[in-house]
């Protein structure tokens, strides 16, 4: 992955709400209310997002993949970073 594409998405998790994000789906981590992604911690939350496709809400994994990927970016990006360094 090039330098580049580490920078960008350095710049884009800056721009955006802190983590951790948490997707919370309805039927599975609640049982009233829409499905949507959690951000920030606890302490600090930001809005919530909702995701939704042309069909209607977006489903669990997209909201699992994007919270997930969101959270740990930053150390994904990090080892990158350390690995071409050695």
Do not use: K, N
Not at 32 to 58: K, L, M
Not at 62 to 86: C, F, K, M, N, Q
């Amino acid at each position: 992955m090039p330098d580049e594409v580490l920078s960008r998405i350095d710049e884009l998790i800056a721009r955006c709400d802190p983590g951790p994000w948490t997707a919370s789906v309805e039927e599975r981590d609640h049982h009233s209310g829409d499905s949507f992604i959690q951000t920030g911690p606890e302490h600090a939350r930001g809005e919530d997002i909702y995701v939704t496709r042309d069909s209607g809400p977006a489903p669990a994994d997209y909201l699992d993949l994007i919270a997930l990927l969101r959270t740990h970016a930053p150390d994904l990006i990090a080892e990158v970073r350390g690995s071409r360094e050695s």
